[in-house]
């Protein structure tokens, strides 16, 4: 088909004339291609993948050629910008060959920070660095976010990436939940105006060829998870509600809403004990029909969380469809179920085929696939991609990861660390001598004399992560949950160095520890949420201030914890930390 018979490709006609255009002129497996939104990887030096065993993933050929999908989570980290530019221009040719030409919409989970999780966020590489959406909340900076927002757009554009699968609008109401690194803290206005900010930043002040589109997660809702186990495994498919308070986590949402958020994922979780039905968000019709559409009016793209169908191997383990509550229905079934409640796309998925089968035998109407594909369509429409799907990948390295992008990242990286107990060790005098663990020698000389042993030290910097449970598989690991209680024999290795010197502790709080026996023996204790070692120090030695706050309340006991109700904010009795607290240096 040349480009005079593709009459949707004039860009003077109005959108949705060229929807209509291109939507009568797509066959059934055409149609079925859009429905599916799943993992995609590079080959070897940039080339398009044969394949990705550790994913269960096909070649690039098969899924453009042979299933005709057209939307993909990249799911590689990257070496270079111009790597990932370069490949994502040959797979937009492969896609320009194909008989509609339907350009590809890439999408990717977070790729900003320090944290390496291949469900969650993935590391920066050549990006610009900037802490983890919980140390952007630990800023409380609604601009500060946006311009995140707004250099993290630019870096996309310049890569081909169109589709953020982010901001994570969830409340951190459970402190054991195991996801609680890329939302913005347990306080829902702050949340809500951090993922507002959010938005606009990816989004700009209009929406049009120069914006990344947002995915918004979890609706309506992760954070309330019984016994904060997380729902991408069956043992925490629940979500509970015991302070019935099932509408307070909507709040974020509805400023999301507000600010123009043009997609939304459903968690994968299934409420229990609420008047909605016990199905996952993905399954449930009362909550994306009921809530999402006809509540609040939402009328854009709604894609399930990945792998709601069928069963996938996951680094070597196997893992069933996350069909929590509806696991006795067939894949078809599930489909069918997925789109009766409302979604449009089915992510982390990859079998058009049972979609078309369920439309040839009847079970689902061709004009039901049509309501949803018009909104995929009118979305790579609006993006400008039918204009033009490349990228000057030239131009990558220059713009990815550039000097005023970085700087702006440090920067935020600064005003994220948050200083929680200071007795007057901090900040420290320059030229100390210093005993360090988990900071290099190099970093260490910058702001005074590393020393090999505590006994020799005028401070020791000790720099630890959050506890968690190990687990079975290597996926779970990705996903830190269980107790909050530090191992007795790390704390026995705190008690033992803050003996011979003053010690400070840098606790990785991706999830609020029981930090009481740490407070109680170290002389200072320090929260980030990702934050290079150079600007650790740079906080810890006065060159620049303190000025991070918590995003959430850290207890003071595991039993305040197991009495407190995951569903309700700030409701473990008698935190030891506050939400909001921070010290000045």
Not at 340 to 364: H, K, M, S, T
């Amino acid at each position: 088909m040349t480009d005079t018979e593709k009459p949707w490709l004039d860009a003077a006609l109005p959108v949705e004339e060229r929807v209509e255009l291109l939507l009568r002129e797509m066959t059934l497996e055409e149609k079925a291609g859009l429905f599916f939104h799943t993992m995609i990887s590079l080959g070897p030096d940039g080339e398009l993948s044969e394949g990705d065993p550790a994913f269960d993933l096909p070649s690039t050929d098969e899924y453009v050629n042979g299933r005709h999908m057209t939307h993909f989570n990249l799911l590689s980290t990257v070496p270079t910008a111009g790597t990932l530019a370069a490949w994502h221009n040959r797979l937009q040719e492969l896609a320009a060959a194909t008989r509609l030409g339907i350009p590809v919409s890439l999408s990717t989970d977070p790729r900003h920070a320090f944290s390496e999780n291949p469900g969650a966020a993935l590391l920066a590489g050549p990006f610009s660095q900037w802490p983890e959406p919980l140390g952007l909340a630990a800023t409380a900076d609604p601009e500060l976010v946006e311009r995140f927002g707004d250099v993290a757009r630019q870096e996309y554009l310049a890569v081909g990436i169109r589709v953020a699968l982010h901001p994570q609008v969830d409340l951190a109401t459970e402190p054991r939940w195991a996801r609680q690194l890329q939302t913005f803290g347990e306080d829902a206005e702050l949340s809500g105006d951090l993922g507002a900010a959010y938005v606009r930043g990816f989004q700009g002040s209009s929406f049009g060829p120069g914006s990344v589109s947002t995915m918004t997660k979890h609706f309506p809702g992760g954070g309330p998870q019984k016994d904060g186990e997380d729902p991408h495994f069956e043992y925490g498919r629940e979500q509970v509600y015991p302070g019935d308070n099932f509408e307070h986590h909507l709040k974020p949402f509805e400023k999301v809403f507000a600010a123009g958020g043009r997609q939304i994922m459903p968690y994968y979780g299934m409420p229990i004990g609420t008047r909605y039905e016990e199905v996952g968000f993905g399954f449930n019709r009362s909550v994306l029909t009921g809530l999402l559409r006809e509540r609040y009016g939402f009328d854009g793209i709604v894609c399930t969380d990945w792998g709601l169908v069928t069963d996938h191997p996951i680094m070597g383990t196997p893992f069933p469809a996350r069909a929590w509550g509806v696991e006795h229905l067939t894949p078809k079934q599930r489909i069918v179920k997925i789109l009766d409640a409302g979604a449009d796309q089915f992510g982390g998925e990859a079998c058009p085929e049972l979609l078309v089968e369920l439309v040839r035998d009847g079970e689902v109407s061709e004009e039901r696939l049509d309501v949803s594909a018009r909104r995929l369509l009118r979305e790579k429409f609006l993006l400008g991609l039918f204009e033009d799907p490349f990228v000057d990948a030239e131009k990558a390295d220059a713009i990815v990861g550039k000097a005023d992008f970085r700087a702006a990242g440090i920067e935020a990286q600064r005003a994220s660390v948050t200083v929680l107990a200071n007795d007057g060790a901090l900040p420290f005098a320059a030229g100390a001598r210093i005993y360090a663990e988990g900071l290099a020698d190099e970093v260490v000389t910058q702001f005074g004399t590393p020393v090999a042993t505590p006994a020799e030290a005028d401070l020791a910097i000790l720099r630890l992560q959050a506890p968690y449970e190990e687990r079975a598989s290597a996926f779970e690991n990705f996903f830190h949950a269980g107790p909050l209680d530090f191992p007795e024999e790390t704390l026995a290795h705190v008690r033992e160095i803050a003996a011979q010197t003053p010690t400070v502790v840098d606790v990785f709080l991706d999830r609020p520890a029981i930090l009481a026996p740490i407070v109680d023996a170290a002389a200072a204790v320090v929260a980030n949420w990702g934050v290079s070692p150079v600007v650790l120090l740079e906080v810890l030695s006065g060159a620049v201030p303190a000025r991070g706050k918590l995003p959430f309340d850290v207890p003071r006991s595991t039993e305040a914890v197991l009495a407190s109700r995951p569903d309700v904010p700030f409701d473990t009795e008698d935190p030891l930390f506050r939400f909001g607290h921070g010290l000045s240096l």
